[in-house]
DNA sequence: AACTTAGGCGGTGAACTTTA
DNA sequence: TAAAGTTCACCGCCTAAGTT
């Protein structure tokens, strides 16, 4: 059920507000696994735990962020999952804020941070500031009929359900009409949803378990978390950046019962320096313990002066 | 037929509020 | 005070309707 917008548009581009600590941060982040924190620090399913978990990671409280913007109350932030399909790269729509707040406010500044569907890996980062067409855009939805024109930015409001209060929301479309969603990243591999569904189902909803290929050739690929031999269809690793893979039964325990995917070691993202090579494989493997999950914050000496401007 | 997209509703635990 | 119910903060997931 679409509602019409109750806020009307600023009419002029925002001003740019930058925050020196925060770009340090975001660069920081490049190659950051988002699975570790979210299994320590946010509840198992939920499903805004990576989200929650970036925000851990950049040292920010889970507080209610009503009206103020997540940083410092000068720029938003915004996760945004995407995967290849086809070639491309690909996202959802994106909740703004509740139809209570200014969307417009919300968006006049934002950290976009890109992380990966399959890894929950962050892959990229832009900032951006509500300006030029892509506000244009955006605010012709203004002038457009919620149900029929499709416009980028709509309101979503629940049929019966009351539990959920309506809410500002952008389009995909226009997260890549706008060049919000780079054409190509790295570190962005294919997603089947409907394989991801299933395979959950097939034990006991648990998360598929990754295996990184690294040019083995067929029938030597080992699980990483118990040494079982691990099949996969390896052209299509090769070709596509992963592919379903089923584990040896014999000695596996639960190990062998989970779902297993097999991903193109070669396609993870590298930082430039945090957290390294070795430790970003170890947690899309899944072999970095609880104690060994740090924060970003806590490795990215915030500077006297964060050079507001 | 196969694939893509838009639209609609769902899930989770913690924090908070109301009732007993 | 304790227990029970509700809201909140996060988008994620599924599917019918379009497209190719």
Redesign the pocket.
């Known amino acids: 059920?679409?509602l019409p917008l109750r806020h009307p548009p600023p009419g002029r581009d925002a001003p740019e507000l930058r925050c020196a600590h925060l770009e340090a941060l975001a660069d920081a982040a490049l190659g950051l696994a988002l699975r570790p924190a979210a299994a320590v620090f946010t509840?198992?399913?939920?499903?805004?735990r990576?989200?929650?978990a970036l925000?851990w990671h950049l040292g920010l409280e889970?507080?209610?962020?009503?009206a103020q913007l997540d940083w410092e109350d000068r720029i938003e932030l915004?996760?945004i999952?995407v995967w290849r399909?086809?070639g491309r790269i690909?996202c959802?729509?994106?909740?703004v804020c509740?139809l209570a707040l200014d969307p417009w406010h919300k968006l006049s500044n934002v950290l976009w941070v890109f992380v990966d569907r399959l890894t929950r890996v962050v892959v990229g980062h832009r900032f951006w500031r509500l300006a030029g067409p892509a506000r244009a855009a955006l605010e012709a939805s203004w002038r457009m009929d919620p149900h029929f024109d499709?416009p980028p930015l709509f309101v979503?409001a629940?049929?019966q359900?009351d539990?959920?209060?309506p809410a500002y929301y952008v389009?995909?479309?226009w997260l890549r009409d706008a060049g919000i969603v780079p054409d190509d990243l790295h570190g962005v591999f294919p997603f089947d949803?409907a394989w991801w569904?299933d395979a959950r189902a097939s034990f006991r909803r648990a998360e598929p378990l990754f295996t990184l290929w690294r040019g083995e050739a067929e029938g030597q690929l080992r699980c990483p978390r118990c040494g079982g031999r691990v099949r996969a269809e390896l052209a299509r690793v090769r070709e596509e950046g992963g592919s379903p893979a089923v584990h040896e039964l014999s000695g596996g325990g639960e190990c062998a019962l989970r779902p297993h995917y097999v991903i193109d070691a070669t396609r993870l993202p590298l930082g430039p320096h945090n957290p390294g090579r070795l430790e970003l494989e170890e947690a899309v493997e899944g072999r970095l313990s609880e104690e060994r999950v740090w924060r970003l914050t806590d490795r990215v000496i915030e500077p006297e002066d964060h050079l507001h401007w």
């Open positions: 059920m679409r509840a198992q399913r939920s499903r805004g990576f989200g929650n925000q889970p507080h209610d962020g009503l915004k996760i999952t399909r086809g690909v959802d729509k994106l909740k509740d499709s979503e629940r049929e359900d539990r959920q209060a389009s995909s479309q949803a569904r």
